[in-house]
């Protein structure tokens, strides 16, 4: 495919500007913007802030919308972060795309195994390490990377762009979806929709179409009104952590089978000619192994096994407990109450509410069945369904062109196992095809520890992203 004149002056202003674009990045990583931290939300309001200057200084007209405050679990009220929307152009000829991103990050301090500050960006044999690298700082900075690089080159930005950026993001986005739906009007000339919150299948260039729902739990046992010695009572009372422990365990087995009665009822059957879908998608069993750096075997050997139960097929997970000692050293305590914390990717079909209560009733049953006579209590935190498209259209053709004209290849075509619950919510306020289009690579440990997102993805990935927008100029 040869590469009109336009990209290839954006091109080069892209590769000539590298430097530039990786300095503003160490800005936006050194932004503790972490929304499940109370102590730092100051500082995703900062994140927002910031982003509505650098994308005031390329003449997007801003706006932050304020969307309250939230209740925290000690009953204290905290103040949410705006969401920051911006337009930048109103040409009635033109398309108009809307762009997502979230400005807020996953939690992170070296103690947690980082090799490196996480919120230093820090470069490393063509790899640039730092909280919010990958997810989500690193693919928005590229949207803006695109656009300075149309306007210094004097080149006319064919599509109207509208931006929504918001920094909840990564602990449910909360108050998005309200905010959204209060202002429609807003989406009535927006004819595609894309979303830069995602990864390529290893690495290989990918378009997403579909994605996993989640049912995140809370699961709380309280065995006394404190912590207790455990050379005074231990084994006096029934402890809350055995309890816990006991649950937990009857939640998945070893070979990640659910255990919850009722969870597959509605997930689609495999049809018989599906298979076809995974042959031709790029995609190495061994380089996905050994990117993750597992001891053992993976849960299944094969291609087609592992993608489907990483897109398919629901998943629980077991990701942690409050309320229990976790530093080093000893505490020889036994924990008044603690809290597992647990979640299921929901697929096509499943309803989050039907889910909840297959695990509560579930749960309860157990709990009861075992005998103890402490006080337990599980819900649902927060559910999101499950996100699919068509991919045959003119939005998802235009990325497939954008990533051709830069990568020199067709990416694969997947669905994707995360959760991202503003997919719905765009879905719905605009009535038009919503595309995910990822810029980093499958390792880049997105919500891990030593985190990154690789030099040729941050660069090239803007250049993507600048063709993509040549390309939907281009169709219809």
């Given at each position: 495919?040869?590469?009109?004149?336009?990209?290839?002056?954006?091109?080069?202003?892209i590769?000539?500007?590298?430097?530039?674009?990786?300095?503003?990045?160490?800005?936006?990583?050194?932004?503790?913007?972490v929304?499940?931290?109370?102590?730092?939300?100051?500082?995703?309001?900062?994140?927002?802030?910031?982003?509505?200057?650098?994308?005031?200084?390329?003449?997007?007209?801003?706006?932050?919308?304020?969307i309250?405050?939230?209740?925290?679990?000690?009953?204290?009220?905290?103040?949410?972060?705006?969401?920051?929307?911006?337009?930048?152009?109103?040409?009635?000829?033109?398309?108009?795309?809307?762009?997502?991103?979230?400005?807020?990050?996953?939690?992170a301090?070296?103690?947690?195994?980082?090799?490196?500050?996480?919120?230093?960006?820090?470069p490393?044999d063509?790899?640039?390490?730092?909280?919010?690298?990958?997810?989500?700082?690193?693919?928005?900075?590229?949207?803006?990377?695109?656009?300075?690089?149309y306007?210094?080159?004097?080149?006319?930005?064919?599509?109207?762009?509208?931006?929504?950026?918001?920094?909840?993001?990564?602990?449910?986005?909360?108050?998005l979806?309200?905010?959204?739906?209060?202002?429609?009007r807003?989406?009535?000339?927006?004819?595609?929709?894309?979303?830069?919150?995602?990864?390529?299948?290893?690495?290989?260039?990918?378009?997403?179409?579909g994605?996993?729902?989640?049912?995140?739990?809370?699961?709380?046992?309280?065995?006394?009104?404190?912590?207790?010695?455990?050379?005074?009572?231990?084994?006096?009372v029934?402890e809350?952590?055995?309890?816990?422990?006991?649950?937990?365990?009857?939640?998945?087995?070893?070979?990640g089978?659910?255990?919850?009665?009722?969870?597959y009822?509605?997930?689609?059957?495999?049809?018989?000619?599906?298979?076809?879908i995974?042959e031709?998608?790029v995609?190495?069993?061994?380089?996905?192994?050994?990117?993750?750096?597992?001891?053992?075997?993976?849960?299944?050997?094969?291609k087609?096994?592992?993608?489907?139960?990483?897109?398919?097929?629901?998943?629980?997970?077991?990701?942690?407990?409050?309320?229990?000692?976790?530093?080093?050293?000893?505490?020889?305590?036994?924990?008044?109450?603690?809290?597992?914390?647990?979640?299921?990717?929901?697929?096509?079909?499943?309803?989050?509410?039907?889910?909840?209560?297959?695990?509560?009733?579930?749960?309860?049953?157990?709990?009861?069945?075992?005998?103890?006579?402490n006080?337990?209590?599980?819900?649902?935190?927060?559910?999101v369904?499950?996100?699919?498209?068509?991919p045959?259209?003119?939005?998802?053709?235009?990325?497939?062109?954008a990533?051709?004209?830069?990568?020199?290849?067709?990416?694969?075509?997947?669905?994707?196992?995360?959760?991202?619950?503003?997919?719905?919510?765009?879905?719905?306020?605009?009535?038009?095809?919503?595309?995910?289009?990822?810029?980093?690579?499958?390792?880049?440990?997105?919500?891990?520890?030593?985190?990154?997102?690789?030099?040729?993805?941050?660069?090239?990935?803007?250049?993507?992203?600048?063709?993509?927008?040549?390309?939907?100029?281009k169709?219809?």
């Amino acid at each position: 495919m040869s590469l009109p004149d336009s990209l290839s002056k954006l091109f080069a202003y892209i590769d000539n500007n590298k430097v530039n674009f990786i300095e503003t990045l160490i800005e936006a990583v050194a932004i503790k913007s972490v929304s499940a931290w109370p102590q730092t939300r100051d500082e995703c309001q900062r994140m927002i802030n910031w982003a509505q200057q650098k994308m005031e200084a390329l003449n997007i007209s801003c706006k932050q919308v304020d969307i309250g405050s939230q209740d925290l679990p000690d009953g204290t009220k905290i103040k949410l972060p705006n969401i920051l929307t911006g337009t930048l152009g109103n040409d009635p000829a033109k398309k108009t795309v809307l762009v997502y991103g979230h400005l807020d990050v996953q939690p992170a301090a070296i103690e947690d195994g980082w090799d490196t500050d996480p919120f230093v960006l820090t470069p490393k044999d063509g790899k640039l390490y730092g909280r919010g690298s990958s997810d989500d700082k690193g693919p928005i900075l590229c949207w803006l990377n695109a656009i300075e690089a149309y306007q210094r080159q004097n080149i006319t930005i064919p599509v109207n762009i509208k931006f929504v950026f918001e920094g909840m993001e990564e602990s449910g986005s909360i108050g998005l979806h309200k905010c959204l739906m209060s202002m429609r009007r807003w989406f009535d000339d927006v004819e595609f929709a894309c979303i830069t919150d995602s990864r390529w299948l290893g690495n290989y260039p990918c378009v997403t179409y579909g994605l996993r729902g989640l049912a995140h739990f809370n699961l709380d046992i309280e065995c006394a009104k404190m912590d207790l010695h455990s050379g005074v009572f231990g084994g006096t009372v029934y402890e809350a952590m055995t309890d816990l422990f006991n649950l937990m365990g009857q939640l998945v087995d070893v070979n990640g089978k659910i255990l919850v009665p009722g969870v597959y009822d509605d997930v689609e059957p495999v049809k018989p000619d599906e298979d076809k879908i995974y042959e031709k998608i790029v995609f190495d069993v061994d380089e996905y192994q050994k990117s993750i750096g597992t001891p053992g075997r993976l849960l299944y050997e094969n291609k087609k096994d592992l993608l489907q139960h990483r897109w398919r097929f629901p998943a629980l997970s077991i990701h942690g407990i409050s309320g229990a000692h976790c530093k080093p050293g000893q505490k020889t305590v036994i924990p008044g109450k603690v809290t597992g914390k647990f979640s299921i990717r929901l697929v096509p079909n499943q309803d989050p509410n039907k889910i909840e209560k297959l695990v509560v009733d579930y749960l309860s049953k157990k709990f009861k069945e075992s005998g103890s006579p402490n006080l337990m209590k599980c819900q649902m935190s927060h559910g999101v369904r499950a996100f699919t498209e068509n991919p045959i259209n003119h939005n998802f053709q235009a990325a497939v062109r954008a990533t051709e004209h830069v990568y020199g290849v067709e990416p694969n075509l997947i669905r994707e196992g995360s959760t991202i619950p503003v997919t719905l919510t765009f879905q719905e306020v605009t009535g038009k095809n919503v595309l995910l289009l990822p810029i980093g690579c499958g390792d880049d440990g997105a919500h891990s520890q030593n985190e990154k997102i690789n030099e040729r993805n941050f660069i090239e990935g803007s250049k993507v992203l600048g063709a993509y927008l040549y390309e939907l100029s281009k169709v219809l």
